[in-house]
């Protein structure tokens, strides 16, 4: 066969090739009955148009498509969406009731394939994410919460020293040096000091502001990082700086692993409670789980998550509280009361009582949502049912925390900040929390909710029995700064967004 030839076989082939699949899609698979566009079931170009052209518009887009085809759509050739809030229990659902696969195509998205959070497999997510529960726990986050204490502490000292210049604060700066301290104090050895640096560490934050940037883009082509590892470092360097700034830090996470391992760091843990890292090294553990490769990406995860989404929900709820008198009057007096002397902060335990403290807080989750991005989840070896329609074994499906989050017939007037619509606690906030899915649910919800929680009760009252009148909000638009308008798997403002400022008086 000559060249003519067998270039006229392979264009024919490749042509049979897109029709079978385009035929296939469209009458022949599992889902091809469900509603939504056909130009959605047919090619993954569409979500694409919507991630990487709108720059993280398609939640919004699958609000759209809910209200002309209904409660539940098929938004690409193999994911089906569900909008209805009472599904929530029967897609995010506990070991116990079944097995809950990840859907693979999504691994490549936060640049950490084989990290706990990436992990496809059911029973491989629930042996590694074993290994971290007893660290996340509601107790051994109350046993940690003095050291959360000290951030708070730490960053309102800060804060106060910044009033004798006038000089605005970016709150994403701030509350993402805070938090990322308290995380990386509790996985390293020592924190990374971000609160002691003029900056406030924004090497860091620019770091996870890059790489959620990129998300859509991993998720679109998934070869893209493999290629990029493959290449020298300067031509990274050349091309995708972003990239390379990434990957710089992931070797600093294998050479402080492996400083762990090496028993170089063990004078810094003797002076109080072993590391995450250090104590998984010494687990029973299977070798790949603790190799410094794998373990870089769990940093990468743990990191990331304890630092970007809790510092996005305090800035958020401080520009809300301070832009409401009401709010910012009844906060600051509940905690005057429970506080009366701000240089004796309370326990968490006793935070966690206060009931308007709580409202704020769950209002803060609801209002930030926590991850934007639809979470799918595969049940590998059982059929869903959605009302009529039977969910084939295999599928996945998802949810979204902005859609129900949003959702006018549970939270009205979605788009104010309200906490007094979770009061009384014991009645609407019960009521309410069952819609509350900031940290997801199920087998694999959040592992840091703990965490989180404990970082917004503990910094919302610090701050607010600290600093609450004197801070006001200076040069932030609220449809540019605030007002969530992307999702890079986190909510993400408009791109022009300078942040949330404040300045703090006297």
């Not at 193999?78 to 070991?95: C, K, M, S």
């Not at 906030?429 to 989180?452: D, E, H, T």
């Amino acid at each position: 066969m000559d060249l003519a030839s067998s270039l006229q076989f392979v264009a024919v082939a490749l042509v049979f090739y897109i029709v079978y699949g385009a035929v296939y899609r469209l009458y022949f698979s599992p889902i091809a009955s469900f509603p939504g566009p056909k130009l959605a079931a047919l090619t993954f170009w569409y979500e694409f148009y919507y991630d990487v052209v709108r720059r993280g518009r398609y939640t919004w887009k699958i609000a759209e498509l809910h209200k002309k085809y209904g409660p539940i759509v098929r938004i690409n050739p193999r994911e089906i969406h569900i909008i209805d809030p009472d599904f929530i229990d029967e897609l995010y659902v506990g070991a116990s009731k079944r097995k809950t696969d990840l859907w693979s195509w999504t691994v490549p998205m936060l640049g950490t394939p084989n990290s706990i959070l990436a992990t496809v497999d059911h029973d491989l997510h629930r042996r590694r994410r074993n290994a971290y529960a007893t660290f996340f726990s509601k107790q051994s986050i109350r046993n940690y919460s003095s050291v959360i204490q000290a951030a708070v502490d730490k960053l309102c000292l800060r804060l106060r020293e910044s009033s004798k210049f006038g000089k605005p604060v970016n709150l994403l700066h701030t509350y993402s040096a805070m938090t990322g301290d308290i995380v990386t104090g509790y996985c390293f050895p020592e924190s990374y000091g971000l609160l002691d640096k003029p900056d406030y560490g924004a090497e860091i934050y620019e770091l996870f502001a890059s790489t959620l940037a990129n998300v859509h883009i991993l998720k679109h082509f998934p070869l893209l990082l493999p290629l990029l590892l493959a290449l020298p470092e300067w031509l990274v360097q050349f091309l995708v700086p972003d990239f390379a700034t990434t990957f710089r830090w992931q070797r600093e996470w294998v050479r402080q692993i492996n400083a762990i391992k090496s028993g170089a760091d063990d004078e810094k843990d003797r002076a109080g409670t072993p590391s995450i890292f250090r104590t998984l090294l010494d687990a029973d553990l299977p070798p790949y789980d603790k190799s410094a490769s794998r373990l870089m990406e769990d940093a990468q995860t743990l990191l990331g998550g304890g630092s970007v989404t809790t510092s996005m929900a305090l800035a958020l709820a401080t520009y809300y509280i301070l832009s409401d008198d009401h709010v910012l009057r009844t906060l600051t007096d509940e905690l005057a009361t429970a506080i009366p002397d701000p240089a004796h902060p309370l326990p968490l335990v006793e935070l966690e009582k206060l009931e308007y403290l709580t409202a704020t807080t769950f209002e803060t989750l609801r209002i930030s949502h926590g991850v934007s991005h639809r979470l799918q989840r595969v049940s590998p070896d059982q059929s869903l049912r959605y009302h009529d329609w039977i969910i084939p074994a295999g599928t996945p499906v998802s949810m979204t925390s902005v859609h129900i989050h949003n959702n006018v017939d549970i939270f009205p007037e979605p788009h104010l900040f309200k906490p007094e619509r979770w009061l009384p606690l014991e009645t609407e906030g019960r009521r309410l929390q069952k819609y509350l899915i900031a940290f997801s649910r199920g087998s694999r919800q959040c592992l840091g909710m703990n965490l989180g929680s404990a970082e917004l009760y503990l910094g919302l009252a610090g701050v607010f029995r600290t600093l609450g009148h004197s801070m006001r909000v200076v040069d932030t638009v609220k449809e540019r700064d605030v007002d969530i308008c992307r999702d890079i798997f986190t909510p993400a403002m408009r791109e022009d967004t300078t942040g949330i400022k404040v300045v703090i008086g006297e």
